[in-house]
C-alpha cells in the first residue's frame, strides 16, 4: 500500500540555521502531497502542497518540491526561527478528488533562540 | 470564513461506554474525513464522507461508525470504548476535486 517516511527527530537548530526534513513515499498512480504543521495542543494546519511531478509548494518560507523520479518532498527552510518549533507532518492522498490522506510519523522540530 | 470546528475539545469516558463526536465543516465544504492520532500509531485514517454517503473506511473495527447531514456537518460514534481508543480525534474538510484537506484543532478522548 501507499506510505510516507521522514527522516527522524528530534530536530533541534539553533535560530536563522538552515533546515532540512526528508520526506520519501512510495504510492501507485500521481498522489498529491503536502506538509502540514501541528502545534502544541492544536489540530494540523496546512503549510503547503504540490499536486504533480515537480510542482514547488511554498509557504511562509518553506518551501518543496515533488521529485518522482527520487519520490521524495523534503522540506526546506532558509532560516529558521524560534516559533517554527512544531511537529511536521508529510502527508499523501491516496487518489485525486477522495480525502484520504497517508501520514508520515512527524518529525518534532525545536529551535533554540 | 470560519473554520473547522470540532465539539467537545476534550472528553473522559469510562471503558465500556460510547461517545459521540461532533464536526462541522467550512462553508461549502461536503467531503468529511476523520483520523486518529496516537503517540504509538501516529495519524490513521477512520473514514470520509461526502454527500451524506461513506466514501472511503480505514482500517477500524465496526465500533467506530460515522455519519453526515445534509448541512455536510459529520459525526462519529464509538462504542464500548476500551483503554486504546483514547487519542485525539481530528476532522478534516475539503472541497473535492481540490486536493488539500482542512483540519479542526481536534477532540482529546480519555479512556479511563
Known amino acids: 500500500g501507499n506510505s510516507v517516511t521522514q527522516m527522524e527527530g528530534p530536530v533541534t537548530l539553533s535560530e536563522e540555521a538552515f533546515l532540512t526534513i526528508n520526506c520519501t513515499y512510495t504510492?501507485?498512480?500521481?498522489?498529491?502531497l503536502f506538509w502540514y504543521v501541528q502545534y502544541p495542543g492544536e489540530g494540523l494546519q496546512l503549510l503547503l502542497k504540490?499536486?504533480?511531478?515537480?510542482d514547488k509548494g511554498s509557504n511562509k518560507g518553506f518551501e518543496a518540491t515533488y521529485r518522482k523520479e527520487t519520490t521524495s518532498f523534503h522540506l526546506e527552510k532558509g532560516s529558521v526561527q524560534v516559533s517554527d518549533s512544531a511537529v511536521y507532518f508529510c502527508?499523501?492522498?491516496?487518489?485525486?478528488?477522495?480525502?484520504?490522506?497517508?501520514f508520515g510519523q512527524g518529525t518534532r522540530l525545536t529551535i533554540n533562540p | 470564513k470560519a473554520g473547522v470546528t470540532q465539539t467537545p475539545r476534550y472528553l473522559i469516558k469510562t471503558r465500556g461506554q460510547q461517545v459521540t463526536l461532533s464536526c462541522s465543516p467550512i462553508?461549502?465544504?461536503?467531503?468529511v474525513s476523520w483520523y486518529q492520532q496516537t503517540p504509538g500509531q501516529g495519524l490513521q485514517f477512520l473514514f470520509e464522507?461526502?454527500?451524506?454517503?461513506?466514501?472511503n473506511k480505514g482500517n477500524f473495527p465496526g465500533r467506530f461508525s460515522g455519519r453526515q447531514f445534509s448541512n455536510s456537518r459529520s459525526e462519529m460514534n464509538v462504542s464500548t470504548l476500551e483503554l486504546g481508543d483514547s487519542a485525539l480525534y481530528l476532522c478534516?474538510?475539503?472541497?473535492?476535486?481540490?486536493?488539500?484537506?482542512?483540519f479542526g484543532q481536534g477532540t482529546r478522548l480519555t479512556v479511563v
Open positions: 462553508s461549502g465544504h461536503r467531503s
Open positions: 478534516a474538510s475539503s472541497l473535492p476535486p481540490e486536493p488539500e484537506a482542512f
Open positions: 504540490a499536486t504533480k511531478a515537480d
Open positions: 464522507y461526502f454527500s451524506e454517503t461513506q466514501r
Open positions: 504510492a501507485t498512480g500521481y498522489p498529491s
Open positions: 502527508a499523501l492522498s491516496e487518489r485525486q478528488g477522495a480525502q484520504k490522506l497517508v
